[in-house]
């Protein structure tokens, strides 16, 4: 496989957004952290210069979290797969996979949502479900119930 070749420094992703769904902006500064780590070859680096990058990108009001976050020694502070944990239980928590199931069972189409809009929503809504193998059939069946236009549920129901 070729190799590519980058011309230009990538820039680090903004910072981390405190402001509203703080899991949600977490989710996707994370994405993009992880993006970036692979892209840079950062993530072929050591731990220590790892966890300072992210601790420069992330910004100064996760710095002060971090700060705060229950490490069990200081050799931990520069695992970056500890901090990243730690960070993910800070502003995540605990998943209650009951309320997380609930929210993707309830999810029905909304007026003037494409398909494939709520089709995402839903697969990103059963992400954290645990349904494991049944992810997909589970889907489907979503579908069936929370689309609007009741031609393409007739169609889908005599499949």
Known sequence: ????????PIPLPPKMDLTGNLAGNWKK???MWNNYEVASRLRTQSNELRT????TCIGPDVLNIYDGLPFDND???TNIAKVL??????FIGETNETYE???FNKREQESGESFNTYLTNLRSLAKTC????????????RIVIGIRDNSI???LLTN
């Open 75 to 77: 050799e931990k502070k």
């Open 130 to 141: 645990n349904f494991g193998e049944l992810r997909d059939n589970l889907i489907r069946g």
């Open 1 to 8: 496989m070729p190799q590519v070749v980058h011309s230009a």
């Open 153 to 155: 549920r007739k169609k």
């Open 101 to 103: 199931r609930y929210l």
């Open 52 to 55: 300072a990058t992210f601790l």
């Open 85 to 90: 944990d730690l960070l993910e239980k800070y």
């Open 29 to 31: 500064f994370k994405r």
